[in-house]
């Protein structure tokens, strides 16, 4: 399961590239993980060169899109709403489109289109270069669709527009789809086989967001550690790779280095991680960069080892516990984040007792946990029985947020009297007169203003905290500004 994020108010604050001559206007919306919000510029790029620029006012748009996600029944009732509220604006304006992106688009596209008829066009995340041909259709007075999934595309080639920007962090896609299996997950069927991004191509857009004044890039991927790139096209085709081939090709590790030396006063996170795909050669390369960050985002979804296996997650409780030591080892500060799912089918309370005893041996920094939700099409939706009744998911999930709560205070006090670099990204939410930044460990600071401005890296001196906030005193410039 990927972290999510909640991009439900996008159009509040949408920053694009404008061209001149562009007749037509684009809302887009983007709904899931971070991943969506990447295609979601990737979009807006390609049909900014096909007549569109992007406006913040729904109700002036031409095209309406909303990139969606199916990882949760929530995600798709969120999407569903919006999808009134559009077609109510249609109503006014009938001359308006909607079409559907992203993971929801493969799943229900009979049923939008044919059924319920509330959309246009059906968009899956491979098919994105074909916009300006499916809008053409739907000009034309057709329902268009094209969600099938590509074994190539990694849009290498697309110089996306940076959507929501503060000017200062971005995204950067190095893999798309995802081939572990795990029984819960949509995503092998929205986003189809795993392949890798040209490393090249990755380096040209990593320089050229540092040219345009941008100071921290995310690598991107289902799974990130899964990396490999050698010429050629989908992973598990390296064994039939020319001796050549596999003594040139770039893995995570690699990748991370060469981005690292590319741009040395930039930092560098990534996500999503694999425990089972995560090496030692990664850790040990991210413990020799200053310029990557000190944290890793690294889904468990269950402390027991049975259910482990029912989610066909390839690693063990003990494997976990290992890996978890070696990064500890390595990079002793190191921020560690969670996903966990509560309530799988046939969890019993001595596998969730397992899971909370996982939760003390690392107690986390921070975390993203759910109530176990059934998606159609999952090996564990055709072949399992939603067993654990709602109300135990719901005592269960409460446990589990109490107590990385409580390990969430824990870590942040261990900064308090600590001077942290924190790169600046915006005004504090509850303060005008303070900055709100992230440190290394991708924690939220909070300083008084002074003279600073967003995109400086400051040293900061950390005074108190919250569970989810340091806050701290501004004590000068760090060595990276």
């Known amino acids: 399961m990927e972290k999510t994020i909640d991009e439900s108010k996008q159009g509040e604050s949408l920053v694009l590239e404008q061209k001149e001559g562009n007749q037509r206007k684009l809302f887009i919306e983007s709904y899931g993980c971070q991943m969506n919000f990447s295609d979601s510029e990737i979009v807006a790029s390609i049909l900014l060169e096909n007549g569109f620029n992007t406006t913040q006012n729904l109700e002036d748009a031409d095209l309406v899109l909303v990139n969606t996600c199916s990882i949760r029944d929530k995600a798709e009732q969120t999407v569903r709403k ?58 034309e007075g057709q ?12 849009y290498g080639d697309i110089s996306p527009v940076r959507l929501n920007s503060n000017g200062i962090t ?3 896609s190095i893999t798309r789809g995802c081939d572990n299996m795990c029984t819960f997950c949509v995503v092998p069927f929205t986003r189809g086989r795993e392949r890798s991004r040209d490393p090249q191509s990755i380096l040209e857009e990593i320089n050229d967001l540092w040219d345009k004044g941008y100071k921290e ?20 085709d390296f064994v039939k790779a020319s001796d050549m081939q596999k003594a040139t090709a770039v893995n995570f590790s690699n990748l991370l280095e060469l981005c690292a030396k590319a741009q040395p006063k930039m930092r560098f996170r990534f996500s999503t991680s694999n425990p089972q795909d995560m090496t030692l050669d990664v850790i040990e390369t991210m413990a020799k960069h200053n310029n990557i960050c000190k944290y890793i ?6 402390g027991s080892n049975r259910i482990l296996q029912e989610m066909n997650r390839q690693h063990t409780r003990e494997e976990y516990f290992e890996l978890i030591d070696n990064i500890k080892r390595l990079i002793p500060d190191c921020a560690i984040s969670q996903d966990m799912i509560t309530g799988f089918p046939t969890e019993t309370e001595e596998d969730h007792k397992d899971t909370l005893s996982l939760m003390e041996y690392v107690k986390y920094d921070f975390g993203f946990m759910f109530a176990y939700s059934e998606r159609p099409g999952t090996m564990a939706e055709r072949k399992m029985e939603d067993d654990v009744p709602a109300d135990i998911k719901k005592r269960r999930l409460e446990e589990i947020i109490n107590l990385q709560q409580d390990h969430a205070l824990y870590r942040t006090q261990q900064h308090i009297g600590r001077v942290e670099e924190v790169l600046i990204e915006k005004a504090s939410k ?45 004590v000068g410039y760090s060595e990276n500004n």
């Not at 329902?143 to 990694?154: H, Q, R």
């Not at 799974?223 to 096209?233: A, K, M, P, T």
């Open 82 to 139: 919006r999808l009134e509220k559009y077609n109510a604006v249609k109503k006014i304006n009938p001359g308006m489109k909607v079409g559907v992106l992203g993971c929801m688009a493969e799943r229900l596209k009979s049923k939008f289109l044919e059924e319920e008829k509330i959309v246009d066009l059906v968009v899956g995340p491979d098919a994105y270069k074909d916009l300006p041909n499916l809008v053409a259709e739907v000009d």
């Open 430 to 474: 509850r303060s005008d007169a303070h900055w709100s930044g992230r440190n290394s460990q991708n924690t939220v600071v909070v300083f008084p203003k002074e003279n600073y401005k967003p995109g400086d890296f400051v040293n900061v001196k950390i005074t108190e905290c919250t569970a989810a906030t340091l806050i701290g005193e501004a």
């Open 143 to 154: 329902n268009a669709v094209n969600v099938i999934l590509s074994k190539e595309e990694t």
């Open 297 to 302: 985002h690294l889904p468990v979804q269950s």
């Open 217 to 236: 890039v995310t690598l991107l991927g289902q799974n990130v550690d899964s990396y490999l790139w050698y010429g050629g096209g989908l992973k598990k």
């Open 170 to 172: 971005a995204f950067v």
